[in-house]
Every structure is written in C-alpha cells, then in structure tokens.
T-cell receptor
C-alpha cells in the first residue's frame, strides 16, 4: 500500500481557496488517488479521485503532479461546512482503502 | 440512491455481552466493507465481501469478530464477549467491483462497552 504524508492540520478563512497537499511517493502505476472527507460523527464522504489528469467536480478540484508522487485537493471557496478531516488515499482498483490520519481543516468565519 | 444504511447507530453494552451490527449497502453494489474507527484515528479496514464471499480479513479482526453477508445483500458484524477496547465506530461501505472503485460509506454504528 502506498504511504501518504499529509499535514496534521490546516486553517483557512471562509470564502478563500484552500490547497490541501498530499505526498504519496510510493504510489503504484495503477493506483487511483482518492480524496475523502469526514465531518464530526459521520462516515467518510467521497470528494474526488483521479489517475493522472487533473480533475474537477462540483465539490473540488484535484491537481496531480506529473510524476504522480503528490497531489493537491483544491477547495475553491471554503465554507464553514467544509470543516472536516480530509484523507488522501492511493488505491488499486479492486482493493480496500487504507486511511491515514488525514488533515484536519478548520475554516475561520 | 438510498445510500449505505447502518443499524443501530448507537449501542451501549456491558463488557462480555455480544453485539451485532447490520449494514445495507447501495442496492447494485456487490462489494461490501467493514471498517473500525477510534477517536482521533482514521478508519481501519476490517474485512470485505464480494457478493457473499468474504475475500479478505484484517489481522485486526480477532476471533471474537465475525462478519457475514448471506445472499450477497445485507451484512452483519457480530462481536462476541465484548471488551472495552472494542469501543469504536464501526463503518460499513459498499462499491461496485472494479472500475473506479469509489467506496461509499454509511454513517457508522457507535459502540460503547462499559
């Protein structure tokens, strides 16, 4: 399983962009990069995933480095509802996920 | 899409008692996963099923834990002779086999062993 390194915590002001980094230098060529977030007392929620190209959806954007050893989750305008723990998970298709401790995002009003 | 549902959401039990959690996956999903999460930690994988077959079990899953998925639909996770260290949130998730392998989680079942 690819190991990941994420900051333990980050802060952002409300309505400003947030860039959440993740290093996954041991990622394999077939691993997708998944991002999930978890609000207090809830199950993890899917945010976005990608393989090589940058990806956008209604929740966020995912920027993947050319060598795939790192990625950045981008929240374009942080809201108070975005306060959560964000997990970066490289995963093979067909395998279960291994979560780390993630990044706890605090959004300041 | 009704999502993954888990029952009960909260359970308080005395040490030594047995408890059972149920998970109903998203209807067309043939893979079902169980995870455990303690305070301040990320979810930890316990086991997963493809249809009714249990394909992998983590070493975290002691002999007191058993999971089933009869007929490849809902699943149950039973913990026998509960210990205080079993206190955690038990998460169920489901996915379609292969493809993008996006896993969808339920809200979790909180277990407190007193």
């Amino acid at each position: 399983d690819a190991k990941t390194t994420q900051p333990n915590s980050m802060e952002s002001n409300e309505e400003e962009p947030v860039h959440l980094p993740c290093n996954h230098s041991t990622i394999s060529g077939t691993d997708y990069i998944h991002w999930y977030r978890q609000l207090p007392s809830q199950g993890p929620e899917y945010v976005i995933h990608g393989l090589t190209s940058n990806v956008n959806n209604r929740m966020a954007s995912l920027a993947i480095a050319e060598d795939r050893k790192s990625s950045t989750l981008i929240l374009h305008r942080a809201t108070l509802r975005d306060a959560a723990v964000y997990y970066c998970i490289p995963s093979n298709t067909g395998n279960q996920f291994y979560f780390g401790t993630g990044t706890s995002l605090t959004v300041i009003p | 899409d009704t999502g993954v549902s888990q029952d009960p959401r909260h359970k308080i039990t005395k040490r030594g008692q047995n408890v059972t959690f149920r998970c109903d996956p998203i209807s067309e999903h043939n893979r079902l996963y169980w995870y455990r999460q303690t305070l301040g930690q990320g979810p930890e994988f316990l086991t997963y099923f493809q249809n009714e077959a249990q394909l992998e079990k983590s070493r975290l899953l002691s002999d007191r834990f058993s999971a089933e998925r009869p007929k490849g639909s809902f699943s149950t996770l039973e913990i026998q002779r509960t210990e205080q260290g079993d206190s955690a949130m038990y998460l169920c998730a489901s996915s379609l086999r292969g493809g993008r392998n996006t896993i969808y989680f339920g809200e979790g079942s909180w277990l407190t062993v007193v």
